[in-house]
């Protein structure tokens, strides 16, 4: 059937719309990153102190979890989205105006939980953009976020340079935000409850729970490709200081690597996957993962290393796009609720990662904690290979 220039006007100012969204998302939580050691002094905390407090971002992601699937459903995305995204633009202020820990704890909880709402909803919005077109298109979303993460550093360190305060720095990315959010919410999908009723298909209860059996897979699959990707995050430089003795210009090397690669590959990931299908893509994905992991640990020196990470930042950048991107079209339950239910999933090995790798190194060695995390990326591969993708 033929497409009118209605139609694509309407479909392009809806993926505008949606990468903006995502853009703004990404911005948001750079901006927060990038002025983390000008608060802990601020606050003088110590590095215990901070990982400590840190932790309410994810507490607060895990908690809206719940919640954010029971609203999606009775609000839509969209709606969801517009108040989502505008508190994390807020909160992000609060994080520059805390004064004390408590104040600090507080603000954390609120931009994990608004955070996260606003993740599950522009992912929402993003599986809904896909279904107007004839391709994969989830994996260039999340690259724009990793371009916005490249833009919100870049803007940090210039603020850092300047000598300006969180606060104000702060101030001018919600202003920013807050404008994009106007211009852009128009042209969001117009989602409602009843919509998505209707494309949902109605189960017995050994139906539903046989139907759920690919979700779960997908949730596991995300489990562990965010496992490796939270422990590239957190151990990143730490590996490159204790196990390839990287001088400190050098240290940052490997979080650098992984993240051009992430972000490359996420804008590739689409046209891959058109091309050769969402199971080998992930497969690829899973294979990448853990080759990197296992030249990093073998070959523990800086250029195989950094071509390690190169390889991980590509192997897990498709990943989640693309489960997500799979979870979405399920019809026994909306796509809201579906995002939900694999995220929960998925990012509790975003948590689980980094502690494990400590444990483990603290009993034997990082380097075999890692190989480890390798084990982790052939289980997406496996996994991919013997499950019924979307």
């Known amino acids: 059937m033929e497409i009118t220039r209605d139609e694509i006007k309407s479909r392009l100012s809806l993926r505008i719309a949606v990468g903006a969204m995502f853009f703004m998302a990404g911005l948001s939580f750079a901006s927060w990153a990038s002025r983390i050691p000008a608060i802990q002094q601020s606050l003088h905390l110590s590095e215990a102190a901070l990982g400590g407090v840190l932790l309410a971002i994810p507490t607060g992601l895990m908690c809206s979890l719940p919640f954010t699937g029971w609203v999606i459903t009775r609000i839509g995305s969209r709606k969801l989205l517009i108040i989502a995204i505008t508190c994390y633009a807020i909160l992000l202020v609060g994080l520059g105006a805390a004064r004390t820990v408590y104040e600090l704890l507080g603000c954390l909880f609120l931009y994990g939980f608004a955070g996260n709402a606003a993740n599950i909803a522009v992912n929402t919005q993003a599986v809904a953009t896909e279904k107007l077109y004839a391709k994969p298109i989830m994996a260039s979303f999340h690259g724009i976020w990793s371009m916005a993460g490249f833009t919100g550093a870049g803007i940090g360190i210039f603020m850092i340079g300047q000598h300006i305060v969180p606060l104000y720095h702060f101030i001018v990315i919600m202003v920013l935000i807050i404008i994009g959010v106007v211009i852009t919410s128009r042209n969001l999908d117009e989602d409602c409850d009843a919509r998505v009723k209707d494309e949902v298909v109605v189960l017995s209860i050994g139906e539903r729970i046989r139907s759920m059996t690919p979700l779960l897979k997908l949730g596991i699959i995300a489990f562990c490709s965010m496992i490796c990707e939270g422990t590239m995050f ?157």
């Open 234 to 390: 957190d151990w990143s430089g730490v590996y490159f200081k204790k196990v390839i003795l990287a001088h400190n210009g050098w240290i940052g090397a490997g979080y650098f690597a992984f993240m051009c690669t992430m972000a490359l590959g996420r804008f590739t990931a689409d046209w891959f996957a058109g091309v050769y299908g969402l199971r080998r893509t992930l497969i690829l994905s899973g294979s990448l993962t853990a080759t990197g992991l296992v030249v990093a640990v073998v070959f523990p020196y800086l250029w195989p290393a950094i071509i390690g990470f190169m390889l991980v930042g590509a192997g897990v950048s498709s990943v989640v796009p693309m489960i997500y991107s799979s979870a979405g079209k399920t019809t026994i339950m909306s796509p809201g609720v579906a995002l939900t239910a694999v995220s929960t999933i998925g990012f509790s090995g975003f948590l689980i990662g980094p502690p494990l790798i400590g444990f483990i190194a603290g009993i034997a060695t990082l380097r075999a904690s890692f190989l480890l995390i390798a084990c982790m990326g052939l289980s997406v591969a496996i996994i991919s290979g013997r499950t019924r993708l979307n």
